[in-house]
């Protein structure tokens, strides 16, 4: 288990760098429902700086975990608050399994934080049909996380597609635009999320 001390913990919370790195998406998901002192499970992101900061700002402890374990976890019943799978769905041999382990080891309320690129992505399918990228072997629709979070058992499951753009994602006025997409952009987002979210980003509660 990584632990800080006190003194460390509010000088990284004080920081505008605490996070820096995560996506909008999975930094949106962690701050509604991680909540400050969490002891939480971190699944495949040992290599995520963003990630470690983001925890150690909000005094939560947490311990790493290979993604070869996540389908026998070595932990007992209800030993933790949350559960964080943030870019490495695609590297779970198999996933199903691996999410019904991970709920065994959320205590009753706990939350399990998945993110994935989102194969169903308006300008995915335009690579695809003009065949200009092979599919991402990470990429998930929505849909699907949804029913693979459900049958592992969870009672309360929520999916949407976020971090999409019109403009920087074009293939030639891309290179000159970064931001994230509009505030309408944003609301549209939320009705068709399949289509206009580039991340899946998904919270799934053990009831």
């Given amino acids: 288990m990584s632990t800080r001390g006190g003194s460390e913990i509010a ?44 925890l150690g700002g909000r005094a939560c402890g947490f311990i790493d975990e290979d993604v070869a374990r996540a389908t026998e976890l070595r932990f007992d019943d209800e030993s933790f608050d949350a559960a964080l799978l943030i870019g490495a769905l695609d590297r779970l041999r198999a996933p199903r399994q691996a999410a019904s382990e991970l709920r065994r080891v959320l205590r009753p309320g706990g939350v399990l934080v998945v ?38 058992g969870f009672g309360l499951v929520g999916v949407e597609g976020q971090d999409g753009a019109f403009v920087r994602d074009l293939p030639l006025a891309g290179r000159r635009w970064r931001r994230r997409g509009s505030g309408p952009y944003r609301v549209a987002e939320r009705f068709f999320p399949s289509l206009l979210g580039a991340s899946v980003g998904a919270f799934a509660i053990r009831v």
């Fill in 115 to 152: 993110t994935a690129p989102n194969a169903a992505y308006w300008r995915r399918r335009l690579d695809r049909a003009a065949r200009a990228a092979r599919p991402q072997p990470a990429a998930v629709r929505p849909g699907d996380l949804r029913q693979l979070l459900l049958e592992a």
């Fill in 11 to 54: 000088a990284i919370a004080a920081s505008p760098q605490a996070g820096a790195g995560l996506s909008p998406a999975a930094h949106g998901l962690l701050e509604a429902f991680v909540p400050t002192g969490s002891h939480c499970l971190r699944v495949g992101g040992r290599d995520d700086p963003g990630l470690r900061a983001w």
